[in-house]
Structures are given as structure tokens and as C-alpha cells.
């Protein structure tokens, strides 16, 4: 199991962040205790045993998957807690903003994977430095458990031709795959373990292949951006602010959840949603949900 990194006073290293900006990754980076992202978990399967059968407008699938953070209090406390923050501030400087908080899951022994992508391709904010994923590990996630596997250096591309696939055992919006071939030697696997996170930017290319254990391989996934950065797309786009200050505003804001799942956070999802499909879909041969 790799080390992780040593951090000072919680906050990256000088060489740390190099080593981000030369890699386009870095990781693991612990920013809890093992036993509180454990705890992290049980009270995402509690949420799922309570509202898995209830009479929820979407999938509950989806509401995990796609904008956790305006629906459900677990996912913006993930994407505000403090310790995460410090580090991102490391990449991002003191102004940060919560772009999305999405819980990939994977099933224990299921095909699911996600095709090597870079996360900025569909999202209508341009090939920009000012985004940046923190993957924070709630079981473990390993080679056998799918976890994922990062380019080195490869966020120094431009955004690069994808190919949709929208392939069934896909886990990502359109099966999205980059068209240049990824050589199986040239994939680092991120390895990490509950409490650390990986950090990647918005170009690294990067995928996961199938959970082969008996346990659910499940991730809490915090896309950070600075508020300098802009919807090119979509008419109009959805942060809140998690730090510093927001001179721009360029995005538009709405209260966070408090409770699970209320009537005006489910009208406020629908609107979200509803403005970053025009990004997400734009170009797509075949039009159809956002994520199932
Ligand atoms: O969780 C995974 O396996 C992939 C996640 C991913 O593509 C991302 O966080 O950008």
C-alpha cells in the first residue's frame, strides 16, 4: 500500500505541488482518519436503505451520481470540509469553488468501468488549469476494486478527440473515450485508501476498470474550480462558493441542502441539470439521459 504524502501543518509541500503540476496527479493525500470516512460510508448506506424505494422524481442512482452536493447535506459537508480544502488551496489558490460532488459506486464482482476520458471534454469550461478533482476514497479502492488509473503528464494535451460509445458497462455519461491508444504500461494505478484522496486535473487522462472484490468500491468525488472560470456553452452554470472570495460571478449560486431530498432542492437539481446538459450532451449522436 503506498505511503502517503507528508503534508505540513495539512497543507501541501512546495515539491508536492510541482509534482502536481508535472504529473497532472498526486496522491495519496490523507485528510481524515480511516474510521471517519468509514463513517462516511455507513451514513451513505443508511441514506440508500432509507430512500432507494421512495417515490424520488429521478433514479436515486442519479442524485449519487450527478450533483450529490445540491440534494444531499453528506456530499456538500464532503465538499466543504475544511481539510480537503487546505490541500486543494495548494492547486487553486485561496478563492475555491464546489463545481459538483458525485458518488461513484461501483458493485462488488460487477463489469462496470469507466473508459480512459479527460473530465473537461463535456463540460463546456474550455481546457483550463483551474479545475481540479479530489477523489476521496470510502472503501478501499486497488487494483482488484477498480480504482483509477492516471496518464502521467498527459493534462499537458489539449482537450483530445473523444469518441462516444455510450457503451452499457460504461459509468460515464455518453461512454466517453478518448481516441488515442493508452499503452497498459503507461497507466499509473491510484491506489488509495479510506481517509486519503487522489487529486487530478481536468485534463489528465484517466479511467478504472471492474471491481472484482466482494466489497462496493465507493468514492466521494469533489470537482474544485476557481471562480475566475466560465460556462462556454451552456447558458448558464451552478458553484458554490467553498473559500476565499468570488469576484467574478460568473456562476450562479443556490442554498445548500440541509435535509435530504426536499421539494426545493429537487426543483433546484431540475434547473441544474436542465443547463449542464447543453454542455454535457453538445455534440452527442445519440441524445438521452445524463447519467443513469
Ligand atoms: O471513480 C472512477 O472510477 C472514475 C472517476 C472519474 O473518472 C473522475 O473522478 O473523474
Same mark, same amino acid.
Given at each position: 500500500?503506498?505511503?502517503?504524502?507528508?503534508?505540513?501543518?495539512?497543507?501541501?509541500?512546495?515539491? %508536492?505541488?510541482?509534482?502536481?503540476? %508535472? $504529473?497532472?496527479?498526486?496522491?495519496? =493525500?490523507?485528510?481524515?482518519?480511516?474510521?471517519?470516512?468509514?463513517?462516511?460510508?455507513?451514513?451513505?448506506?443508511?441514506?440508500?436503505?432509507?430512500?432507494? $424505494?421512495?417515490?424520488?422524481?429521478?433514479?436515486?442512482?442519479?442524485?449519487?451520481?450527478?450533483?450529490?452536493?445540491?440534494?444531499?447535506?453528506?456530499?456538500?459537508?464532503?465538499?466543504?470540509?475544511?481539510?480537503?480544502? $487546505?490541500?486543494?488551496?495548494?492547486?487553486?489558490?485561496?478563492? =475555491?469553488?464546489?463545481?459538483?460532488?458525485?458518488?461513484?459506486?461501483?458493485?462488488?464482482?460487477?463489469?462496470?468501468?469507466?473508459?480512459?476520458?479527460?473530465?473537461?471534454?463535456?463540460?463546456?469550461?474550455?481546457?483550463?488549469?483551474?479545475?481540479?478533482?479530489?477523489?476521496?476514497?470510502?472503501?478501499?479502492?486497488?487494483?482488484?476494486?477498480?480504482?483509477?488509473?492516471?496518464?502521467?503528464?498527459?493534462?499537458?494535451?489539449?482537450?483530445?478527440?473523444?469518441?462516444?460509445?455510450?457503451?452499457?458497462?460504461?459509468?460515464?455519461?455518453?461512454? %466517453?473515450?478518448?481516441?488515442?491508444?493508452?499503452?497498459?504500461?503507461?497507466? =499509473?494505478?491510484?491506489?488509495?485508501?479510506?481517509? %486519503?484522496?487522489?487529486?487530478?486535473?481536468?485534463?489528465?487522462?484517466?479511467?478504472?476498470?471492474?471491481?472484482?472484490?466482494?466489497?462496493?468500491?465507493?468514492?466521494?468525488?469533489?470537482?474544485?474550480?476557481?471562480?475566475?472560470?466560465?460556462?462556454?456553452?451552456?447558458?448558464?452554470?451552478?458553484?458554490?462558493?467553498?473559500?476565499?472570495?468570488?469576484?467574478?460571478?460568473?456562476?450562479?449560486?443556490?442554498?445548500?441542502?440541509?435535509?435530504?431530498?426536499?421539494?426545493?432542492?429537487?426543483?433546484?437539481?431540475?434547473?441544474?441539470?436542465?443547463?449542464?446538459?447543453?454542455?454535457?450532451?453538445?455534440?452527442?449522436?445519440?441524445?438521452?439521459?445524463?447519467?443513469?
Amino acid at each position: 500500500m503506498p505511503s502517503p504524502l507528508p503534508l505540513e501543518n495539512g497543507r501541501l509541500t512546495e515539491t %508536492q505541488k510541482a509534482a502536481y503540476w %508535472q $504529473d497532472g496527479y498526486l496522491f495519496p =493525500i490523507e485528510v481524515m482518519p480511516a474510521a471517519e470516512a468509514r463513517r462516511m460510508r455507513a451514513e451513505l448506506e443508511a441514506l440508500e436503505a432509507e430512500w432507494l $424505494d421512495r417515490d424520488l422524481p429521478l433514479p436515486l442512482s442519479t442524485y449519487k451520481r450527478v450533483n450529490a452536493h445540491c440534494v444531499m447535506p453528506l456530499a456538500h459537508r464532503i465538499g466543504s470540509d475544511p481539510r480537503i480544502l $487546505d490541500v486543494v488551496e495548494g492547486i487553486l489558490g485561496p478563492d =475555491i469553488m464546489i463545481y459538483a460532488v458525485e458518488f461513484f459506486i461501483k458493485e462488488p464482482n460487477t463489469r462496470h468501468k469507466v473508459s480512459m476520458h479527460q473530465d473537461l471534454t463535456y463540460w463546456g469550461l474550455g481546457a483550463i488549469d483551474g479545475l481540479v478533482t479530489a477523489w476521496l476514497s470510502l472503501s478501499p479502492a486497488t487494483p482488484a476494486s477498480g480504482c483509477m488509473d492516471f496518464v502521467r503528464g498527459s493534462h499537458k494535451n489539449a482537450i483530445l478527440p473523444h469518441e462516444d460509445t455510450f457503451a452499457e458497462d460504461n459509468l460515464l455519461s455518453r461512454g %466517453q473515450e478518448v481516441k488515442v491508444e493508452v499503452d497498459a504500461a503507461d497507466k =499509473i494505478p491510484i491506489e488509495i485508501h479510506p481517509g %486519503q484522496i487522489s487529486l487530478h486535473h481536468g485534463l489528465t487522462i484517466h479511467g478504472s476498470g471492474p471491481n472484482t472484490t466482494d466489497d462496493r468500491r465507493i468514492a466521494a468525488v469533489i470537482r474544485y474550480c476557481t471562480p475566475d472560470v466560465t460556462q462556454q456553452v451552456a447558458d448558464v452554470d451552478f458553484a458554490l462558493l467553498a473559500r476565499g472570495q468570488d469576484r467574478f460571478g460568473h456562476f450562479s449560486s443556490f442554498p445548500a441542502p440541509t435535509r435530504n431530498f426536499t421539494s426545493e432542492a429537487l426543483a433546484q437539481y431540475d434547473e441544474i441539470r436542465a443547463a449542464q446538459a447543453k454542455a454535457m450532451m453538445s455534440g452527442a449522436q445519440k441524445q438521452g439521459s445524463l447519467y443513469n
